[in-house]
């Protein structure tokens, strides 16, 4: 905070902020909505239903630790796998020991045992490369070969630290079974050698969020990795100016020409799809910001210059759940970093879109316009993904997009204009891919998640920097379960990587800080 306060734009910025949060405080504005929630409270607490709440347990389940979640890190099974995925670290540490004069005393295993224990720099490598590659020169058996290198390492990174294991604990239950079910629906599959493409795309993000969990011991990793996802951002946002000033042609299958009469083509950059451009930005903008407010100088820049480049890029990809999803995001992001500031937030989100291209005014209005052909046509996929489920519950297709639409088509369930390729939701299509348990631990692990990253930076014990990460990336989680709503977000697996390459990025903040609160960490 003291560089944004000792720079001439950032004595600016905050006297311009402080200005509107003087104004707003003394405002009839202010006064009348403070009225309003006290008479709100009011209500709730002389409610019968408020009044049970307040004197028994109520509510207080929605924010304690269930006894699952408690009993994880401890639990046999927690503890014996772990054992397990670590035993080739456990056997290289018991081979370092007695050879350690040895090994020290060699420069290249020295070189080498070093290189692996940075082995979160080199994940921010891969998914740089994974984020902007063109999609054509992209295969995603890269994504596989470049996390089973980092995984390789990472038995090295544990050599010479004898307590070091792969932090299955810091994963969580619910992800930990929903890994689980992802090997059932893949055995379970319909077709098992289509699901088997699949779940090697699902073993590359379960490496990813694994490594990243375990080999995260210090802010400046933390930091590194929400700089190579910016870096990563700013490029894919200058190759989006780029196809603007060339020139998109508007694609009638992305976008409905009646009722969007004048919007131009929709942006899509490394992607192919412009709503998968959208959600990779989503995932990103949070984790920009995190880095304006925590990273060095240079960092600080590189936030900056991505944050912007990427809220112009977002809008130009037009895709509406994507935005929802960011606006859901940065609420959750003010209301963690410093709620004071949401009156002034408010005033400026409302300011900033008297500024906003018309066509993307209009392109948002739609969204509440049925007669929208990009938004009616969801509604068949919403019901013949539902009478799939209704048909077996629990029980899904298998693994892959693949494997849902030859059921459907199968049994004739689609009745829409368009070919039925996926079901435009996240959750229906992990339903039908993976039967009811395969979304409820989801969820649940995703809930978990955001729930753990919330109460790590209440409890304010760790370093602002760490907690400045983990409100990015749980705000970045949150947005995209939002956008997830009105669309499929694994759909490509590039974005799925990138989803849980957030997801790891949070988890891995939600331990560091953990491990600050004890004292654990320099």
């Known amino acids: 905070m003291s560089v944004v306060e000792n720079s001439v734009i950032g004595r600016w910025v905050l006297a311009l902020c402080a200005l509107l949060y003087r104004w707003y405080d003394g405002s009839l504005l202010a006064a009348?909505?403070?009225r309003f929630g006290r008479g709100c409270r009011s209500a709730w607490m002389g409610s019968a239903f408020g009044r049970s709440c307040r004197n028994s347990a109520g509510l207080k389940w929605l924010s304690r630790e269930g006894v699952l979640s408690r009993a994880w890190p401890n639990s046999l099974l927690c503890r014996g796998l772990t054992t397990l995925i670590s035993l080739p670290t456990i056997i290289l540490q018991a081979i370092y020991r007695p050879l350690r004069s040895v090994v020290e005393g060699s420069v290249f295993a020295r070189l080498f045992l070093g290189m692996a224990e940075q082995t979160p720099l080199l994940v921010g490598w891969v998914m740089?490369?994974?984020?902007?590659?063109?999609?054509?020169?992209?295969?995603?058996?890269?994504?596989l070969a470049g996390f089973a290198l980092c995984l390789f390492l990472t038995v090295f990174a544990g050599v010479r630290k004898p307590d070091f294991r792969l932090s299955l604990a810091s994963v969580g239950p619910w992800l930990m079974a929903f890994a689980g079910l992802v090997v059932l629906a893949w055995y379970l599959s319909i077709d098992r050698s289509e699901s088997t493409r699949h779940l090697s795309f699902h073993l590359t993000c379960m490496l990813c969020v694994l490594i990243l969990v375990t080999t995260v011991e210090r802010r400046e990793q933390l930091i590194r990795l929400l700089e190579m996802a910016s870096l990563a951002m700013l490029v894919i946002s200058l190759y989006g100016f780029w196809q603007r000033i060339q020139g998109i042609e508007v694609n009638p299958s992305y976008v409905d020409l009646t009722v969007n009469r004048g919007m131009p083509g929709r942006v899509f950059s490394f992607f192919e799809n412009p709503n998968a451009c959208g959600e990779v930005l989503l995932l990103l903008?949070?984790?920009?910001?995190?880095?304006?407010?925590?990273?060095?100088?240079?960092?600080?820049?590189?936030?900056?210059?991505?944050?912007?480049?990427?809220?112009?890029?977002?809008?130009?990809?037009?895709?509406?759940?994507?935005?929802?999803g960011l606006v859901v995001a940065a609420f959750l992001f003010v209301l963690l970093w410093n709620k004071r500031i949401i009156p002034v937030a408010l005033i400026v989100a409302v300011i900033g879109c008297f500024f906003l291209p018309s066509t993307v005014i209009h392109r948002f209005l739609t969204i509440f316009n049925t007669s929208d052909t990009s938004t009616a046509s969801r509604f068949p996929y919403y019901q013949a993904a539902w009478?799939?489920?209704?048909?077996?519950?629990?029980?899904?297709?298998?693994?892959?997009?693949?494997?849902?639409?030859?059921?459907?088509?199968?049994?004739?369930?689609?009745?829409?204009v368009d070919v039925f390729v996926h079901c435009h939701n996240t959750y229906l299509q992990i339903w039908c891919e993976m039967g009811f348990f395969g979304l409820v631990t989801f969820v649940a692990g995703l809930l978990w998640t955001i729930r753990r990253g919330i109460d790590s930076v209440r409890t304010a014990l760790c370093?602002?920097?760490?907690?400045?990460?983990?409100?990015g990336g749980t705000s970045a989680l949150l947005g995209a379960m939002v956008c997830g709503l009105a669309d499929y977000l694994w759909n490509y697996p590039r974005v799925m990587l990138i989803f849980w390459f957030v997801a790891g990025v949070a988890l891995a903040g939600i331990r560091l800080a953990a491990r600050e609160a004890n004292g654990e960490t320099a």
């Open 32 to 34: 009348g909505l403070r």
């Open 285 to 324: 903008l949070p984790l920009a910001f995190a880095l304006i407010l925590c990273g060095g100088w240079g960092g600080r820049l590189l936030g900056l210059l991505s944050f912007g480049a990427g809220g112009m890029a977002i809008a130009m990809t037009y895709s509406r759940a994507s935005w929802i």
């Open 463 to 471: 370093s602002s920097q760490t907690r400045i990460a983990v409100i």
């Open 128 to 143: 740089l490369a994974v984020m902007v590659v063109p999609y054509e020169a992209w295969n995603n058996a890269y994504s």
């Open 387 to 416: 009478d799939f489920i209704k048909t077996q519950p629990f029980l899904g297709a298998g693994l892959g997009t693949e494997q849902v639409r030859t059921v459907i088509e199968d049994r004739e369930l689609f009745h829409g």
